[in-house]
């Protein structure tokens, strides 16, 4: 009876363990398995909130997607831009004392983007905006270089656009956009810093806007290379341990070496060619067995 009582002690322990391990997933699929009833009564709900209307319309890229926010980036409204690069947004409802609004152009393949917003006084009435001239999107093939280096900007506007390029160092460039209105420019030789940059466009003795927010290009000396190529490493490590592969297999090693340590304790006698091993004894059992051999099944 001595001798059967620890080992029913591990049994029990072991048993627990399993339990805790998989209790999660038997809570889980219970959870899956209820479904909220559903309701079969019909109910209709209608609101408006504002009493005056909003209405605009202009041009951007063709197929560009134009999207209508508030000062703060609320969403409010969308629309896609036709083959001509016409868009529309009509009879949105403001309330009184509407004082402004911002419309995000991203062109169709997701290339670029371009932000304008409007100030104006606080509405007391209807407000209608026509011909309005999106400035064109905007992007970069990399937002950090080396200095000295190559980085090609590129976007969208209206087709054979001239479109002019103004960097915060004082650099101007101009292009023509081609006929479905994409544009791209190569810039060199800019030193160590922080350059930011937007583009106008010209068509048909019209100017564009100027966007509200600028791209961000940062030049990086050696040093500064040295010290991004350290933080890429770090980030690639922290990714790889913290992933959903790797991360639960941490947790589980302790779990499995003492289950596997308990079943050694509690059956030796299944292991026997196990412990005779040459391997397992040249490592473990040369001269005397330790006090903590027990693990091993003695």
Same mark, same amino acid.
């Given at each position: 009876?001595?001798?059967?009582?620890?080992?029913?002690?591990?049994?029990?322990?072991?048993?627990?363990?399993?339990?805790?391990?998989? &209790?999660?997933?038997?809570?889980?699929?219970?959870?899956?398995?209820?479904?909220?009833?559903?309701?079969?009564?019909?109910?209709?709900?209608?609101?408006?909130?504002?009493?005056?209307?909003?209405?605009?319309?202009?041009?951007?890229?063709?197929?560009?997607?134009?999207?209508?926010?508030?000062?703060?980036?609320?969403?409010?409204?969308?629309?896609?831009?036709?083959?001509?690069?016409?868009?529309?947004?009509?009879?949105?409802?403001?309330?009184?004392?509407?004082?402004?609004?911002?419309?995000?152009?991203?062109?169709?393949?997701?290339?670029?983007?371009?932000?304008?917003?409007?100030?104006?006084?606080?509405?007391?009435?209807?407000?209608?905006?026509?011909?309005?001239?999106?400035?064109?999107?905007?992007?970069?093939?990399?937002?950090?270089? &080396?200095?000295?280096?190559?980085?090609?900007?590129?976007?969208?506007?209206?087709?054979? &656009?001239?479109?002019?390029?103004?960097?915060?160092?004082?650099?101007?460039?101009?292009?023509?956009?081609?006929?479905?209105?994409?544009?791209?420019?190569?810039?060199?030789?800019?030193?160590?810093?922080?350059?930011?940059?937007?583009?106008? &466009?010209?068509?048909?003795?019209?100017?564009?806007?100027?966007?509200?927010?600028?791209?961000?290009?940062?030049?990086?000396?050696?040093?500064?290379?040295?010290?991004?190529?350290?933080?890429?490493?770090?980030?690639?490590?922290?990714?790889?341990?913290?992933?959903?592969?790797?991360?639960?297999?941490?947790?589980?090693?302790?779990?499995?070496?003492?289950?596997?340590?308990?079943?050694?304790?509690?059956?030796?006698?299944?292991?026997?060619?196990?412990?005779?091993?040459?391997?397992?004894?040249?490592?473990?059992?040369?001269?005397?067995?330790?006090?903590?051999?027990?693990?091993?099944?003695?």
């Amino acid at each position: 009876m001595k001798k059967l009582l620890p080992k029913l002690l591990l049994t029990v322990l072991l048993f627990n363990i399993l339990i805790q391990l998989l &209790a999660p997933l038997l809570v889980e699929q219970s959870y899956a398995q209820f479904k909220y009833p559903v309701g079969k009564a019909n109910v209709n709900i209608s609101a408006s909130v504002g009493e005056f209307y909003l209405n605009l319309s202009g041009w951007i890229s063709p197929f560009a997607s134009v999207i209508l926010t508030t000062l703060d980036g609320v969403f409010i409204r969308s629309t896609v831009a036709d083959a001509g690069g016409n868009f529309s947004i009509s009879q949105v409802l403001i309330k009184k004392g509407f004082s402004g609004f911002c419309l995000i152009a991203v062109d169709y393949h997701g290339l670029g983007e371009s932000t304008t917003c409007f100030n104006f006084a606080p509405a007391t009435g209807d407000i209608t905006m026509r011909n309005i001239f999106l400035p064109p999107t905007i992007g970069l093939s990399k937002t950090e270089i &080396a200095a000295y280096s190559t980085v090609i900007a590129f976007g969208y506007t209206m087709p054979f &656009a001239t479109v002019t390029l103004y960097l915060s160092n004082g650099q101007k460039l101009t292009t023509t956009a081609d006929a479905n209105g994409y544009y791209e420019f190569k810039i060199e030789n800019l030193g160590p810093g922080l350059y930011k940059m937007y583009a106008k &466009a010209f068509y048909k003795d019209k100017d564009s806007l100027a966007p509200t927010k600028e791209v961000v290009l940062r030049a990086l000396s050696l040093w500064e290379q040295f010290l991004a190529f350290l933080k890429m490493i770090w980030d690639k490590m922290i990714k790889f341990v913290t992933s959903l592969i790797i991360w639960p297999l941490l947790l589980a090693i302790p779990l499995i070496i003492l289950i596997i340590i308990l079943i050694l304790k509690l059956w030796p006698d299944k292991f026997t060619s196990i412990f005779n091993n040459r391997v397992i004894i040249f490592f473990f059992r040369r001269g005397k067995r330790l006090h903590h051999a027990w693990w091993m099944g003695y």
